[in-house]
Every structure is written in C-alpha cells, then in structure tokens.
C-alpha cells in the first residue's frame, strides 16, 4: 500500500526505468513526495529522468518497478481517473500549430466538458496576455507565447495537479521570469505544481526541489537547506588566463575542487586555513596576473556539483 495518501498529491516509490531491453537504466529506484498544493522543482540536467519519470506519473508510461500515485490514484490501476484531474505541459509544444490562440484553447475545454469562460479566474493573468493574438495561429506565435498557451491549455479545465516538463527551456530570460511569477499566483488556487528544468538558477523559485543525476535523486529539500549542508568554503578565482588557470589549479594537491562558473572558477580546498593566501602565493609562482580571490556562498549548482562528485 502507498502511504500517506491523505498528505500528499503525488508519491513515488522506487521507481525504476529501463529501455532498450534494460541496457540503459534512465530511473534507478526513484522516490519522492510531493505535499499539496506544494510548488516542487525536479532540477537535472538532460539525461538525468526527468521526462521519464514525469511520463509515468501523468500515466503516459509504466515503470518496469515500483509504484506511484497521483492524489492518491494509482497510476496504473486508476490511470482514466487521474487523466481527468491532471494538467500535463510536455517539454516539446504539442498543441495543434494551425488552430488559433482562442481555438486551441477552446479544443482542450470541450475535451474535459468545460469552457474558457468557466475557469477563466484560474487563466486571466496569462490569458490577457494572449488575447491580443487570440486570432494568430499556434504555430505563429513566439517562444514565449506558446508557452503561456501551452500553460493555459494544461490549466483550463482546473487541474488538482499539474505537471510541467522543462518549461521554460529555449524560452528568453524576461518569459522564464514572468512564468515562474505565473506559477507563484497559481498556488493561491492549491493547485499542486510538479517541474522539471535544467536550470540551476530557477531552484530558489520553488518550495522544495529534488536534484536529480543519471536517473537518481541527489538530495531532496528546500534550496535554503540544500545550501546550508554545503561542506566547505567556497572561493571565486580569476585571472588573465582562464583555461590554464583551471588546469593548474586542479594539479594543486590542496584544491578539493575546481568547477568553471560563468566569468570565475569556483573552487574548495582540502585544508581551508590561509586558503587565499595558498591559493595566491601558487598563482604568482605559476605567472599569473590580475588575479582575484574572494570567497562567495554557494548557489543550488555548487551542491549539485559537490552531490554528483559524492555519487560517483
């Protein structure tokens, strides 16, 4: 029996995934759950299960093991009665690119007996947003207006949970704002809200996260706690040469470890007394100029790091 029904919207337990005749393993004894009304980020990179394990939730694939419920639905056994109360975003825009904005909107309505104008509260902040174009083709539309449609479409006909699958992938940073800013009013409604996305940096938007690498789960808290279990100092290097820098601070027998990160190499020492000083002294005696080191807190993809050295 699955536990906790009453608590939780969705519960997995030891999920496992297999293809090609079981030669690659894409879930290895996933388990999660999530509470209601519970904003929760499934954060990986691609490669890591996150669309496997999102397709066996909304009932589009079996596992090859363990069990999963959705509002206390199984979902295999109780797979037509969890389809109607779910909202499913897929990572790829599926809706039907030669309806109009206001006819793909229409279409998904009558598929769950509803209408536009019955659940318009739960679409308007995106919706008015739309209208403009209500009469432009699907398939016409920008990045980032297909998925406001894409998110309108998966809401209209008032899910209990909704699932959301790299949503905000190829979409430009001002639409990924403004749809993580969606997500947040939508909680009003206690609508359950599952995510996945490669970015490290949309973590902090949710309430809880999952880290998740090689078709498992890394660490499952709040972003607040998962940067607070960070081991060690963290210092921020740059200087004149970037790439050889990195090459030469990974020879250095102190350094724990050294990751690129944007315009510096973040990196943790194995003994951190006077590590700037260390840290300083080796980069002069290798000729490097205009350096910088300055330590810095750790962000969600530092702990990723430190997790998926851990796990390997």
Known sequence: MLKNRNMHSIIAENIIKTYNKGKVQALDSVSLEIGKGELFGLIGPDGAGKSSLFRILTTLLKA????????GLDVINEYQQIRKIIGYMPGKFSLYQDLTVKENLEFFAALFNTSIVENYDL????YIQLEPFKDRRAGKLSGGMKQKLAL???LIHKPEVLFLDEPTTGVDPVSRKEFWEMLKRLQ???ITIM????????ADRCDRIALMQSGKILSVDTPANIIAQYPKKLYAVRSDNMFRMLNALRDLDTVNSCFGFGDYLHITMKQETSAEDTLADYLRSKDFSN?????IMPQIEDCFMILMEKAA
């Open 195 to 202: 995510v996945s996305t490669p970015y490290m940096d949309e």
């Open 64 to 71: 090859n093991g363990g069990k999963a419920s959705v509002q």
């Open 123 to 126: 679409i308007q902040d995106i």
């Open 152 to 154: 309108c479409c998966a």
């Open 188 to 190: 009003k409604f206690e």
């Open 291 to 295: 350096i910088e080191i300055k330590q």
